[in-house]
């Protein structure tokens, strides 16, 4: 079993004191990344929830200490040469941020001798201010990690919920920001359990977003919502007044004029700046106090000069601005974004070396254009997933190496802030090789006129790996919206469907040779089109020979022949329209998936044309096994279920011929999931599941994390997700079924196959089902009765001489 998909980006990454590795964050790891390749070379695994602080301890560029907070409630530190865990510390509350000030003071300040290193952690502490009418969950404390007992009962602060901790690089100062204010605490020199820090509070009008502090003077800086940045010199010249009365080497006393402080702030003066058109999210000094970094929403970083204010910049970074970290190593530093990309930078020219690529986010849009959204597309013959960009892109994503490949820009558009959507990629297709993709652009009328709809075809280059625009196709379907994309299994062929009542058969133009060579496939044209009485057609699927295709009209299924375009027959209906159509297995079996106030998931037998089985189900993805008669669901659960299965969904492994599910896994963020069959190299999938295995199922939630198991295998039950005991209902004291007839049959251990699901249970008691349900649920008679009479019967081992 293997996971991939975290945010890189969730918190703050860090430098090791050599610069050559970078710690990142990556949701229960710590993955260290070569600065030089941009590869991952390790990992530091032990913590069960999400890390979220990454404290290297500074030393020589021999020694590689760290310290790591999350919000399993631990503190652990770390050899990450190892890589290893050397200690581990349970406050028992969730951290949100850790500042361990004693570690940052310089090496003349520093006792390494002291018995006590203290770090301040925001915490979140539910049953804190229950009594209260608003609560005050987070909290900022303080923590011993020499001597630690439990977390210490000396509380700083109390804030509405845990705010992010700030610690100045000297580790003199530390701060939060709380709305429109910024806390700010001094650290003590000789620190004990019992000491207070001292603190002042610094006000604006408007909301902060980040704060920063000066490495070396007595300066912050703090960002906010509108876009501006404040600087207070000299803060905390009254409470942080030295015993010589002097702050930084000058007298100070209360009736000194404070340029431009609010409110009476302990500050000597506060000037703004202004160039960003949204809010600040990043700030931070560099190393030497010159300069500050600012970035946000624009996707620019800000160089500007500290002491004159000018500017510099470095634009088209493509995503918003999160984190900026200068490196041991000054040729080095790193910038993070919000689409899950680190950059590391070539300083001072700023330039861009490499980058470090998670999985891009789901699209921001995804809820203003819900019915136009794209899903993620996979190319299970080489595990990579096509994922929709807010650059209106198309990111190609190693399952297997859990790493960006490229990108493929399927609109050209530069990142600006304050852009609305005006254009949604609403379809990312590939064939079962991957060779060939289909795209889908919808360009949003303003206000209901300029709508305009563009199909494209991509091949991919045999040199580059990389997809290349083949035919554009303006409004393919008049002005009618595309529903589904499929690509033939064999041949140059696709069929598109559209929400205006008709499909169309896609056909590539063959090889020409000329002279002896054969020249490149020169586009798409239109083979054949076909309606069936104006309805709206929301799906399209080829067999797996690609000799039938099955179009959805509306709630009924037409079968067509491909090349003759000769409708062939009509297959049963369902209550509500049908949004989802596959083949399974050798395509015996056609899949059929409803959605609305019924939704419904119906399996149909080409042989018989009719209903094989069904169940009304909730169903937001499905996949076949390739060469298998195997199928998977992702089944959304309500609400009011998410307790008893752990998770908001569930995947459900069927065998096509039965009803009764082989396996069942609950799983979380089920909403705009994904399932997918892979077939992958031998070799690398022996990595995953520690045998060799050529069929891999990949799942991926709803913010794009993903894991890939064996469904097959014994290790599968490990991913849960939901054992049996996990699943059984609470008894109920009414009779039904079996023993409404003939009474209680003998108890029988539940616990006999632990590794089995609720679902797959029932095919050993079938009659305690047997006779409830509805009657188009139940099984054929043959089969109730073949197993209701073996139930009866008493079994013997044959003995043979």
Same mark, same amino acid.
């Given at each position: 079993?293997?996971?991939?998909?975290?945010?890189?980006?969730?918190?703050?990454?860090?430098?090791?004191?050599?610069?050559?590795?970078?710690?990142?964050?990556?949701?229960?790891?710590?993955?260290?990344?070569?600065?030089?390749?941009?590869?991952?070379?390790?990992?530091?695994?032990?913590?069960?929830?999400?890390?979220?602080?990454?404290?290297?301890?500074?030393? %020589?560029?021999?020694?590689?200490?760290?310290?790591?907070?999350?919000?399993?409630?631990?503190?652990?530190?770390?050899?990450?040469?190892?890589?290893?865990?050397?200690?581990?510390?349970?406050?028992?509350?969730?951290?949100?941020? !850790?500042?361990?000030?004693?570690?940052?003071?310089p090496p003349e300040e520093n006792n390494a001798k002291a018995p006590n290193i203290f770090a301040y952690v925001?915490?979140?502490?539910?049953?804190?201010?229950?009594?209260?009418?608003?609560?005050?969950?987070?909290?900022?404390?303080?923590?011993?990690?020499?001597?630690?007992?439990?977390?210490?009962?000396?509380?700083?602060?109390?804030?509405?919920?845990? /705010?992010?901790?700030?610690?100045?690089?000297?580790?003199?100062?530390?701060?939060?920001?709380?709305?429109?204010?910024?806390?700010?605490?001094?650290?003590?020199?000789?620190?004990?359990?019992?000491?207070?820090?001292?603190?002042?509070?610094?006000?604006?009008?408007?909301?902060?977003?980040?704060?920063?502090?000066?490495?070396? /003077?007595?300066?912050?800086?703090?960002?906010?919502?509108?876009?501006?940045?404040?600087?207070?010199?000299?803060?905390?010249?009254?409470?942080?007044?030295?015993?010589?009365?002097?702050?930084?080497?000058?007298?100070?006393?209360?009736?000194?004029?404070?340029?431009?402080?609010?409110?009476?702030?302990? #500050?000597?003066?506060?000037?703004?700046?202004?160039?960003?058109?949204?809010?600040?999210?990043?700030?931070?000094?560099?190393?030497?106090? #010159?300069?500050?970094?600012?970035?946000?929403?624009?996707?620019?970083?800000?160089?500007?000069?500290?002491?004159?204010?000018?500017?510099?910049?470095?634009?088209?970074?493509?995503?918003?601005?999160?984190?900026?970290?200068?490196?041991?190593?000054?040729?080095?530093?790193?910038?993070?974004?919000?689409?899950?990309?680190?950059?590391?930078?070539?300083?001072?020219?700023?330039?861009?070396?490499?980058?470090? %690529?998670?999985?891009?986010?789901?699209?921001?849009?995804?809820?203003?254009?819900?019915?136009?959204?794209?899903?993620?597309?996979?190319?299970?013959?080489?595990?990579?997933?096509?994922?929709?960009?807010?650059?209106?892109?198309?990111?190609?994503?190693?399952?297997?190496?859990?790493?960006?490949?490229?990108?493929?820009?399927?609109?050209?558009?530069?990142?600006?802030?304050?852009?609305?959507?005006?254009?949604?990629?609403?379809?990312?297709?590939?064939?079962?090789?991957?060779? !060939? !993709?289909?795209?889908?652009?919808?360009?949003?009328?303003?206000?209901?006129?300029?709508?305009?709809?563009?199909?494209?075809?991509?091949?991919?280059?045999?040199?580059?790996?990389?997809?290349?625009?083949?035919?554009?196709?303006?409004?393919?379907?008049?002005?009618?919206?595309?529903?589904?994309?499929?690509?033939?299994?064999?041949?140059?062929? #696709?069929?598109?469907?559209?929400?205006?009542?008709?499909?169309?058969?896609?056909?590539?133009?063959?090889?020409?040779?000329?002279?002896?060579?054969?020249l490149q496939n020169s586009g798409w044209m239109c083979h054949a089109v076909g309606s069936y009485k104006n309805?709206?057609?929301?799906?399209?699927?080829?067999?797996?020979?690609?000799?039938?295709?099955?179009?959805?009209?509306?709630?009924?299924?037409?079968?067509?022949?491909?090349?003759?375009?000769?409708?062939?027959?009509?297959?049963?209906?369902?209550?509500?329209?049908?949004?989802?159509?596959?083949?399974?297995?050798?395509?015996? @079996?056609?899949?059929?998936?409803?959605?609305?106030?019924?939704?419904?998931?119906?399996?149909?037998?080409?042989?018989?044309?009719?209903?094989?089985?069904? @169940?009304?189900?909730?169903?937001?993805?499905?996949?076949?096994?390739?060469?298998?008669?195997?199928?998977?669901?992702?089944?959304?659960?309500?609400?009011?279920?998410?307790?008893?299965?752990?998770?908001?969904?569930?995947?459900?492994?069927?065998?096509?011929?039965?009803?009764?599910?082989?396996?069942?896994?609950?799983?979380?963020?089920?909403?705009?999931?994904?399932?997918?069959?892979?077939?992958?190299?031998?070799?690398?999938?022996?990595?995953?599941?520690?045998?060799?295995?050529?069929?891999?199922?990949? @799942?991926?939630?709803?913010?794009? /994390?993903?894991?890939?198991?064996?469904?097959?295998?014994?290790?599968?039950?490990?991913?849960?997700?939901?054992?049996?005991?996990?699943?059984?209902?609470?008894?109920?004291?009414?009779?039904?079924?079996?023993?409404?007839?003939?009474?209680?049959?003998?108890?029988?251990?539940?616990?006999?196959?632990?590794?089995?699901?609720?679902?797959?249970?029932?095919?050993?008691?079938?009659?305690?089902?047997?006779?409830?349900?509805?009657s188009h649920m139940l099984p054929p008679l043959t089969k109730l009765c073949s197993e209701f009479l073996e139930?009866?019967? /008493?079994?013997?081992?044959?003995?043979?001489?």
């Amino acid at each position: 079993m293997m996971r991939g998909g975290e945010s890189y980006v969730g918190c703050a990454p860090a430098f090791s004191n050599d610069g050559k590795r970078l710690l990142v964050c990556s949701g229960c790891t710590v993955s260290i990344f070569s600065t030089s390749t941009g590869l991952r070379v390790s990992s530091l695994e032990g913590h069960t929830a999400p890390v979220t602080s990454l404290i290297v301890v500074p030393a %020589s560029k021999i020694l590689c200490y760290c310290w790591t907070s999350s919000l399993d409630g631990t503190i652990r530190y770390w050899d990450f040469s190892v890589p290893e865990s050397i200690k581990k510390l349970d406050l028992h509350l969730p951290i949100f941020s !850790m500042v361990i000030p004693s570690i940052l003071s310089p090496p003349e300040e520093n006792n390494a001798k002291a018995p006590n290193i203290f770090a301040y952690v925001s915490v979140q502490d539910r049953n804190a201010q229950d009594n209260r009418p608003n609560p005050l969950c987070g909290q900022i404390r303080k923590c011993n990690l020499k001597n630690y007992q439990t977390v210490s009962h000396l509380i700083l602060k109390e804030t509405k919920r845990p /705010e992010s901790l700030t610690i100045s690089p000297s580790g003199n100062f530390f701060g939060i920001k709380d709305k429109r204010k910024l806390h700010i605490w001094k650290v003590p020199k000789t620190d004990s359990d019992s000491t207070v820090s001292k603190k002042i509070v610094l006000h604006h009008t408007k909301t902060f977003t980040v704060l920063a502090f000066h490495p070396t /003077e007595r300066i912050v800086a703090a960002g906010d919502v509108t876009g501006r940045i404040l600087i207070w010199r000299g803060f905390g010249t009254q409470k942080f007044l030295d015993s010589s009365g002097l702050v930084n080497g000058r007298s100070m006393n209360d009736g000194e004029d404070k340029g431009g402080v609010r409110e009476n702030d302990d #500050a000597e003066s506060c000037v703004t700046w202004h160039w960003h058109s949204a809010g600040v999210r990043l700030l931070s000094f560099s190393s030497d106090g #010159a300069y500050l970094y600012s970035g946000g929403e624009e996707g620019v970083l800000v160089l500007w000069q500290f002491d004159t204010g000018n500017k510099k910049f470095l634009p088209r970074i493509g995503s918003p601005l999160l984190y900026f970290i200068d490196s041991p190593d000054p040729s080095l530093s790193s910038i993070s974004c919000t689409d899950n990309q680190i950059h590391i930078l070539k300083t001072p020219s700023m330039e861009i070396m490499r980058s470090i %690529s998670g999985i891009k986010p789901p699209l921001s849009c995804q809820e203003i254009c819900e019915i136009l959204s794209s899903r993620a597309a996979f190319d299970c013959t080489s595990g990579l997933v096509a994922v929709p960009t807010e650059n209106y892109g198309i990111q190609f994503y190693s399952l297997f190496a859990n790493r960006g490949l490229y990108e493929v820009q399927v609109f050209e558009r530069n990142h600006q802030p304050v852009d609305e959507v005006t254009v949604v990629v609403t379809l990312v297709e590939l064939s079962v090789d991957g060779s !060939m !993709m289909s795209t889908v652009e919808v360009k949003l009328p303003e206000e209901g006129i300029g709508g305009l709809v563009c199909l494209k075809f991509w091949d991919l280059d045999s040199d580059s790996k990389k997809f290349s625009v083949s035919t554009l196709i303006y409004e393919p379907h008049r002005d009618a919206h595309i529903s589904a994309v499929a690509f033939h299994p064999t041949r140059h062929m #696709a069929v598109s469907s559209s929400y205006g009542g008709d499909f169309k058969i896609w056909v590539c133009k063959e090889d020409i040779q000329q002279n002896g060579q054969m020249l490149q496939n020169s586009g798409w044209m239109c083979h054949a089109v076909g309606s069936y009485k104006n309805k709206a057609m929301r799906a399209a699927a080829f067999s797996a020979d690609g000799s039938v295709l099955a179009v959805a009209a509306d709630t009924v299924i037409t079968l067509w022949d491909p090349d003759k375009n000769v409708l062939m027959a009509v297959v049963g209906e369902t209550t509500t329209p049908i949004v989802n159509l596959v083949f399974a297995g050798k395509s015996e @079996y056609l899949l059929s998936v409803s959605r609305g106030s019924k939704p419904q998931l119906s399996v149909w037998s080409m042989s018989k044309l009719a209903a094989s089985w069904s @169940y009304r189900i909730q169903i937001e993805a499905v996949s076949c096994a390739m060469d298998l008669s195997y199928f998977a669901i992702l089944a959304l659960l309500p609400g009011s279920n998410e307790h008893t299965f752990r998770g908001d969904g569930m995947i459900l492994l069927f065998n096509v011929t039965d009803p009764i599910p082989v396996a069942s896994w609950s799983v979380t963020k089920a909403k705009g999931g994904g399932l997918a069959f892979l077939k992958g190299d031998p070799s690398e999938v022996a990595v995953i599941d520690g045998k060799p295995s050529q069929t891999l199922l990949a @799942y991926i939630n709803g913010d794009h /994390e993903y894991v890939l198991f064996d469904p097959y295998g014994k290790e599968a039950c490990e991913l849960s997700m939901t054992t049996q005991d996990d699943l059984l209902a609470p008894e109920e004291t009414g009779q039904f079924g079996y023993t409404t007839i003939y009474g209680e049959l003998p108890k029988i251990d539940l616990k006999r196959n632990k590794a089995s699901s609720v679902l797959s249970s029932a095919s050993e008691r079938p009659w305690e089902t047997i006779f409830s349900g509805s009657s188009h649920m139940l099984p054929p008679l043959t089969k109730l009765c073949s197993e209701f009479l073996e139930s009866l019967l /008493e079994k013997r081992t044959a003995m043979v001489e």
